[in-house]
């Protein structure tokens, strides 16, 4: 009876630690449930309940792997990804060391931001001097907006 006990227990908290990690797991999925992108994201959208069938269907038709490589299949990017959020969260926390490199057009903010877009650090950096008022557009910019401003200079 004691062992039966210690198993249920076992069972129940490891059972509260997955379905916590996997809200949490949710965070930063890019639109789409925890079985990636692909043609099963683009079938069953974010619904959990019917994540087992994407991620089947994500295998079956192998779109996930083609969709990763290309960006198609509601998959961003290619080798490097990275959100905006991410760059943004980036910005957010160096707004002040980024707007003195990008006004010089080198720093070690600068190469950082750089390489978490999968830039060229040089050719980034003058990019960035060149459209320095577009990308400060005022003085008190948010992290939002001159994340908005770097992406529509970078497209």
């Known amino acids: 009876m004691k062992t039966l ?12 630690l997955a379905a916590n990690n996997g809200i949490q797991g949710r965070a930063n999925t890019g639109g789409y449930g925890m079985a990636g992108c ?3 994201s683009i079938v069953f959208k974010e619904n959990d309940k019917m994540q087992v069938l994407a991620a089947t269907t994500n295998g079956t038709f192998g779109t996930q792997t083609f969709g990763i490589t290309f960006g198609t299949s509601n998959c961003e990017g290619g080798a490097h990804m990275v959100s905006k959020e991410q760059v943004e969260h980036y910005i957010a926390a160096n707004q002040t060391s980024l707007k003195n490199d990008m006004a010089r057009g080198n720093g070690e903010a600068l190469n950082g931001l750089a390489e978490l877009m999968g830039q060229d650090s040089l050719a980034f950096a003058r990019q960035m001097k060149t459209n320095y008022s577009k990308i400060f557009a005022k003085n008190s910019s948010t992290s939002k907006e001159i ?9």
């Open 5 to 16: 006990v210690i198993a249920l227990f076992a069972l129940v908290s490891t059972s509260a």
């Open 147 to 155: 994340t908005a401003n770097l992406y529509s200079v970078l497209n």
């Open 38 to 40: 692909g043609l099963g």
